[in-house]
């Protein structure tokens, strides 16, 4: 499995097809291996996942609180 965190982007601006592309590379490249396992893909993005051009962003939960 591989887990995206803060700061891990297929490129700067990404849009989602940029994430798509990327993930379906891992893939590929995984299906390809010797044994053909495919791999979990996931994204540390609790807040919202700001690496994505347009993506939703959300308050921590002691902002959340504040409000």
């Known amino acids: ?23 379906e590379s891992f893939q590929k490249w995984a299906l390809e291996s010797r044994l053909s396992i495919p791999m979990i893909y996931g994204i540390d993005a609790v807040h919202g996942h700001n690496n994505v051009v347009g993506a939703t962003i959300f308050p921590h939960n002691i902002g959340l609180g504040a409000t």
């Open 1 to 23: 499995s591989i887990l995206s965190g803060g700061g891990s982007a297929p490129r700067t601006g990404a849009l989602p097809m940029d994430w798509i592309d990327m993930v």
